[in-house]
């Protein structure tokens, strides 16, 4: 409510808190924690930068959604630097590495789940290794990683936004993951 009152314009229409980041992070929870038994209030997210980048579905929306009413409403242009590649992620994260070692100690957490190969590359710099890489034949098992002494277990899965073949082996490690949790 504070930051409706701070920032946002009747004129705009509506806001409300979404449950779960909207439709986005109940993707998140159904297709890549639950399958891991994650519980959808048990969970902590943080990205490799903290800043947000523009992703071309941002560009676009930007393009067709928010210009028309930029003008009208007299809203601020936008600045964003467009989304990086996975090694300039990895390259500019190198920054981050105490950041996210603290948040990784703080949280507590027995188990860490990246998304994406920048991200595995990332967390697997900042367990003082190399690599982390995405690859078929290790997909469905977790890894190790040790992080300020503690040795966590590691999921390292594709990113939401990844397209095929990788789309395609997601979909077969959640069905593996459901079988396997039958009752």
């Given at each position: 409510?504070?930051?409706?009152?701070?920032?946002?314009?009747p004129?705009?229409?509506?806001?409300?808190?979404?449950?779960?980041?909207?439709?986005?992070?109940?993707?998140?929870?159904?297709?890549?924690?639950?399958?891991?038994?994650?519980?959808?209030?048990?969970?902590?997210?943080?990205?490799?930068?903290?800043?947000?980048?523009?992703?071309?579905?941002?560009?676009k929306?930007?393009?067709?959604?928010?210009?028309p009413?930029?003008?009208?409403?007299?809203?601020?242009?936008v600045s964003?630097?467009?989304h990086p590649?996975?090694?300039?992620?990895?390259?500019?994260a190198?920054?981050?590495?105490?950041?996210?070692?603290?948040?990784?100690?703080?949280?507590?957490?027995?188990?860490?789940?990246?998304?994406?190969?920048?991200?595995?590359?990332?967390?697997?710099?900042?367990?003082?290794g190399?690599?982390g890489?995405?690859?078929?034949?290790?997909y469905?098992?977790?890894?190790?990683?040790?992080?300020?002494?503690r040795?966590?277990?590691?999921?390292?899965?594709?990113?939401?936004a990844v397209?095929?073949?990788?789309?395609?082996?997601?979909?077969?490690?959640?069905a593996?993951?459901?079988?396997?949790?039958?009752p």
């Amino acid at each position: 409510e504070l930051w409706q009152q701070q920032w946002f314009r009747p004129e705009w229409g509506t806001v409300r808190a979404a449950a779960l980041n909207g439709s986005s992070g109940r993707s998140l929870h159904a297709r890549w924690l639950a399958p891991l038994g994650v519980a959808v209030d048990d969970y902590f997210v943080t990205d490799c930068l903290p800043t947000s980048m523009m992703s071309t579905g941002v560009k676009k929306a930007l393009s067709t959604v928010y210009s028309p009413l930029r003008d009208r409403l007299g809203l601020p242009a936008v600045s964003m630097t467009s989304h990086p590649s996975e090694d300039t992620i990895v390259r500019l994260a190198t920054a981050q590495h105490d950041r996210l070692r603290a948040q990784v100690v703080a949280s507590g957490a027995e188990r860490i789940i990246t998304l994406g190969n920048a991200a595995a590359r990332v967390l697997a710099a900042v367990g003082g290794g190399t690599g982390g890489e995405l690859t078929v034949d290790g997909y469905r098992s977790a890894r190790r990683v040790v992080i300020d002494g503690r040795e966590l277990e590691w999921h390292a899965l594709v990113h939401p936004a990844v397209r095929a073949p990788w789309v395609e082996r997601h979909d077969q490690w959640v069905a593996t993951r459901e079988r396997e949790t039958a009752p």
